[in-house]
């Protein structure tokens, strides 16, 4: 390649089957540790130059234990941590963290919110508002019935960074795409909106997906944001109950093998640098 490539969208953990319950029995072959010396030979027979490391458990040990593996891992090139946007010294806390150069950004695990528009307290989007003004990023994890609220979240801070996780998990395995499709394209005017093609093979038959099931899904992506809002990620190691990390790869690889340099460049690393302004 003659780019570089980062994967915007990878975790790590040290497995605790209390704190780690969503890790369910069907899901077996993550409930061990995954660390950096598990994924860096398969970046290395990639040519993958860098990743960014996001929280899989909701709490603030989650951020320094990620923040202390980049420390020690020059490929983990940022971390997006976890932060309760309600909490009443929330700008103490993000105060605190800008000194660490490597954190770019917080997600919650919105997915899982019983009440689904939760990104619209106006607790959460005071805490969300203060964001920018230490220049960071923040990831939507959020299921297709929540792209209606995640829209008029993104609408109401337009100088924000955003990016929507993992397509905002497609019902792939059902081929269910028209309402998701309708909801998705409605982010074509956010300029400050990108989206991450990652997550989908876990989305589809675990067994039995083929690489034009995903197809349909990403031309939407494609249409909505354009090559220069779409980051590649693998979400190693949650990959790993549908495949791999190079299947995960190849289907971004046979996707985009048509565009131009640029826009592969773009894609596979330059987009994901730009918005985790990383080094």
């Known amino acids: 390649m003659n780019y570089p490539i980062i994967d915007a969208h990878q975790h790590f953990w040290r497995y605790d089957p209390l704190r780690d319950g969503w890790i369910t029995e069907e899901m077996k072959i993550l409930q061990q540790d995954y660390l950096p010396a598990d994924i ?35 490929f983990v090139k940022g971390v997006v ?6 909490s009443e010294d929330l700008e103490e806390k993000l105060d605190n963290y800008s000194q660490f150069n490597l954190l770019k950004g917080f997600r919650q695990l919105l997915q899982g919110e019983k009440q689904r528009d939760s990104m619209l307290r106006p607790g959460f989007k005071k805490g969300l508002g203060l964001l920018k003004k230490y220049g ?25 960074r955003f990016v929507i996780d993992h397509l905002a998990k497609p019902h792939i395995k059902q081929w269910i795409i028209s309402e998701w499709k309708m909801c998705m394209k409605k982010f074509a005017p956010y300029q400050n909106v990108y989206c991450k093609i990652s997550g989908m ?23 909505t944001f354009g090559t220069k809002r779409m980051m590649f990620g693998s979400d190693w190691p949650v990959c790993l109950l ?19 340099l640029s826009e592969q460049s773009d894609f596979f690393g330059a987009n994901a640098m730009s918005f985790y302004q990383l080094t």
Not at 214 to 223: C, K, Q
Not at 242 to 260: H, L, M, R
């Open 40 to 74: 860096e030979p398969i970046y290395r027979q990639n040519q993958i130059s860098g990743s960014v490391a996001v929280q899989a458990d909701p709490s603030e040990n989650e951020n320094y234990f990620l923040l202390e593996l980049a420390a020690q891992h020059s």
């Open 81 to 86: 941590g976890w932060i309760d946007f309600e």
């Open 136 to 160: 960071y990023s923040y990831d939507l994890l959020i299921m297709p019935d929540q792209l209606a609220y995640a829209e008029q979240l993104v609408a109401s801070f337009p100088g924000q």
């Open 201 to 223: 093979v876990t989305e589809a038959n675990w067994e039995y997906w083929e690489e034009y099931d995903f197809r349909p899904y990403i031309d939407v992506i494609l249409e």
């Open 242 to 260: 549908a495949g791999n990390f190079d299947d995960v790869k190849q289907i971004a690889d046979d996707y985009f093998n048509s565009f131009s």
